[in-house]
């Protein structure tokens, strides 16, 4: 498949799991109708991922390819601790770590090279940009080695790991979205709602994360009466 031809597809899996992610974070966290828009939600993100990274690294443009897998390993990873018991591990998960420490040290390199070109960038993106993503591929490589030191992840820290990446996930994918702004009318482009759009995950993952440390037991008896499938707890 030509990435003109996976251009339409990149399209819309990206509305879908707009559409899929708002519907997961409306309806009861353990609903029926929650797991079932989630299930849509991640496998339109997976398809978002790779169709983004493809068309990325094939136009040559390092940050959306980066991007793109960055996406993708945060929706596996998070999906993944949703299916799995407490406190397991599998060799998966040190293959997954493999991932973030190859898109930072890719970005560091490329960051480099972008501080070093006369106008400081490189492919349209200042050094600090790539500076600014390899960061955060290490963080979430940080959360990987703290999750394989303990033997897995149970309790509080399970839901914790499960909704901070698919948050960031959604995040990804609305700040793709919303800061087109050549894709909305002039209504939208004056005022700061495309803004609160593209930041909105991050706002609602920080809701939810202060919430279920607050009340992380009944939290987690919420989650465990929602099996086979990862949820939210009730509100």
Known sequence: MTMPSLLPLHVFAGLVALLSGTAAMSFRKGSRRHRETGHVFVVSMLGLGATGAYIGFTRHEMLNGVMGVLTFYLV????????????????FDYAALLVPLALAAGLAFYGVEAARTPKGALQGYPAFAYFIFGSLALFFAAGDVRMLARGGVSGTQRLARHLGRMCFGLFIATASFFTRTSLFPMVFRTTHLLEVLTFLPLLLMLFWLVRIRRHSWSFFESYRSAAPSMSLPSK
């Open 76 to 91: 596996t990873t998070a999906w993944l601790t949703a299916r799995r018991a407490d406190a397991h591990t599998s060799p």
